[in-house]
């Protein structure tokens, strides 16, 4: 067995030396393969790859404002659900802290509210009784003022009235003293009382984020697990945010397909274009599609992949629910339009000579770059907007990379490559 396989590599290796001989000997010309351009139907189509989603889905978010929780346990994605079932708890940890905090505020405001209440009530009181005081001192010194002069001396009688004086001020200034702290200490208590508010709004808000850490299905359906832009599902004891939508309750009678097409090859994409979508996991005829929104600009669908895709969306001529769920991959074609009567080429016909298209035409016998400028684009495929005419045959390799190359026998015929 051994000596007839060997025998049998020996003589495949010699055949091959042999033909490479014939080819190779001198005066035998390599043939350039030809094609005879003539006017046809450019199709302009592309394939993208996406997923199917609904047109209209209730969101699942996260309650409250301005606060952060975890995820503490989570439905399975996809998962059936009736209205009112759980879908996503969220860690009260976080809340609980928040609500002890609350009443803790709370408390402090209160005691500190009996703490002012009882200072201020003491100097005001002791306030009062010296505003008593002053004035019986100045109902004294009015009643026993010295003002006869003949039983009294002139200093005695300026004393009587200093005195009066004295005690008069003395009264202005307890009672004034007083109508001061009494209006310190409501104004004490008025700040006592918004921390006393503050605080309760805090625990106000604790207890309503306690009472919604359950996130529950609004209506029957399925849970659809919201992705971020990077195509990660939510995590148990991820981070999340007011508002933030972690999950959606989608209507299965409506769907649509979310597709990602390559950026060199979204030219022509616009709204309306005529499209078909296929369902990787059934098969079947595909289902008949249109073109309903496209991005403005183009992103990369993974991080740190610098390829950059234009995302549509495809609104489908019907819906299966037996069949078709959100998440489903489907692979698109999307019709981009197409150029009539246009002269094409294939695209490794076409080289590039210090920056510009040519195109290798037969002329007498020979083959020579004829500069030509480029139209619409299509797989394998390219139409020549100017630089040549119908029935002119070009190379469809690089006749100067092949030394004492001569053109085919018969140029009526394409070879490699399509019209």
């Not at 405001?109 to 002791?126: L, M, P």
């Not at 037969?362 to 400028?373: E, I, L, M, W």
């Not at 394998?380 to 100067?400: K, M, W, Y």
Request: overall charge positive.
């Amino acid at each position: 067995m051994k000596r007839w396989l060997a025998g049998s590599l020996t003589a495949v290796a010699l055949a091959a030396l042999a033909l490479g001989a014939a080819f190779l000997r001198p005066g035998r010309a390599a043939v350039v393969p030809t094609l005879v351009v003539k006017k046809a139907h450019l199709a302009r189509t592309v394939r993208a790859e996406g997923v199917l989603k609904a047109v209209e889905a209730t969101p699942v978010r996260v309650p409250g404002n301005d606060v952060s929780l975890k995820i503490g346990w989570m439905i399975e994605d996809g998962s059936p659900v009736k209205a009112g079932d759980v879908v996503i708890r969220l860690d009260p940890s976080g809340t609980v802290k928040l609500l002890a905090e609350g009443r803790a505020a709370r408390a402090t405001a209160g005691f500190r509210g009996d703490k002012e209440s009882a200072e201020s009530g003491a100097i005001v009181a002791n306030l009062g009784r010296d505003a008593e005081q002053a004035r019986r001192e100045r109902t004294t010194a009015e009643t026993f003022q010295s003002r006869d002069p003949e039983l009294f001396s002139r200093q005695e009688i300026i004393e009587a009235d200093i005195d009066v004086g004295l005690a008069t001020q003395k009264e202005k200034h307890a009672t004034s003293s007083r109508s001061e702290r009494v209006g310190l200490a409501r104004t004490s208590r008025d700040l006592v009382a918004l921390e006393g508010k503050k605080a309760q709004l805090k625990i106000d808000k604790a207890e309503r984020e306690l009472a919604a850490l359950e996130l529950k299905a609004p209506h029957d359906g399925i849970v659809v697990l919201k992705r971020n832009w990077r195509g990660e599902l939510p995590q148990v004891g991820q981070v999340v945010w007011s508002t933030q939508t972690l999950a959606e309750i989608p209507d299965m009678t409506r769907l649509e397909a979310e597709i990602w097409v390559l950026e060199a090859d979204a030219g022509g994409l616009a709204p309306g274009r005529p499209a078909t979508v296929s369902l990787e996991a059934h098969s079947g005829s595909p289902l008949p599609a249109k073109v309903k929104t496209v991005d403005s600009l183009a992103r990369p669908r993974l991080r740190n992949v610098p390829i950059q895709y234009f995302g549509a969306v495809l609104s489908l001529s019907s819906t299966d629910p037996v069949r078709m769920k959100p998440g489903e991959r489907v692979a698109a074609t999307l019709d981009l339009g197409g150029v009539e009567e246009a002269l094409v080429v294939p695209r490794h016909a076409v080289f590039e000579r210090n920056g510009k298209a040519v195109v290798y035409r037969r002329s007498k016998g020979a083959f020579s770059p004829v500069p030509v400028t480029l139209g619409a684009a299509a797989l394998g495929r390219v139409a020549i907007a100017s630089g040549l005419a119908e029935g002119d045959v070009i190379a469809l390799v690089d006749p100067e990379e092949s030394p004492g190359a001569a053109p085919s026998p018969a140029p009526g015929s394409p070879v490699g490559g399509t019209s």
